[in-house]
């Protein structure tokens, strides 16, 4: 697991876009696994602006998404469907066709959950997953005590994702309660990951996430088990690293070749 601190979330997306933009230039159809929330939008604001300014193409990429709503149209100001065309699909040059969502629609939500695992495998694998990290330690939508090998599923939300996730919705009684969530198992079966946090209020979780023990109720945590893990996080989110100085020595002192 490699810690990467940046002061700023525009300076944590530049390397996080140029990591991407590393990976197309090597596999124009790698396949790449997407967030939602607040987390990526600088993310994906670069990765607009590299398509606009320079050229980087994302016409043979494949994508799939972490999670979606239950319940929730695809056209609603609040899917992750209409997140991600607001955000990013719209401003590059990736083919509708070449994206997946889970369809929170789905008549049979079970099935629906078993062709999204078979939707991923077909394609190869995710090539490189992004995540962003909830106050609790949830990835995706797998919240504390979620299986570690879970697989994409049903999931109920706990009070403090709906909490969290208010702020996007009018109030806290239309966050919808289910959702279709990749698992975390599925997570980890993704060649390689990048997780960006941000903020004081991450400061905590990061800390048990990176260096607490290994555990369920810190789903995040079972990251540091992966052998390609980034972990970007601005100064606010580092805060409260107990190896914090460690890590900025070893990021400052990269060797040319794992720049």
Known sequence: MEIIIRPTQEQCASIGGRIIANLIKRKSDAVLGLA??????????????????????????????????????????CSYQFFMNEELF?????????????????????SECLEYEDAIRSSGGIDLQVLGIG????????????????????????GKTIEDNARFFDNSNQVPRHCITMGVGTIMDSASLILFAFGEGKADIISK????PVSAMVPASILQLHPSVKVIVDEAAASKLANLDYYNEVYANKPDWQE
């Open 135 to 158: 106050s609790d330690g949830h990835i995706g939508f797998n919240e504390p005590g979620s299986s570690l090998g879970s697989r994409t599923r049903i999931k109920t939300l706990t």
């Open 36 to 77: 939602t929330g607040s987390t990526p939008i600088p993310l994906y604001s670069e990765l607009a602006r590299m398509h606009k300014d320079e050229e980087l193409s994302f016409s043979e990429i494949t994508t799939f998404n972490l999670d979606e709503y239950i319940g929730l149209s695809g056209d609603h100001p």
């Open 90 to 110: 719209g401003k590059i040059d990736i083919r509708s066709d070449f994206t997946h969502i889970p369809n929170g629609e789905a008549e049979d939500i079970e």
């Open 209 to 212: 996430a990176v260096e607490g």
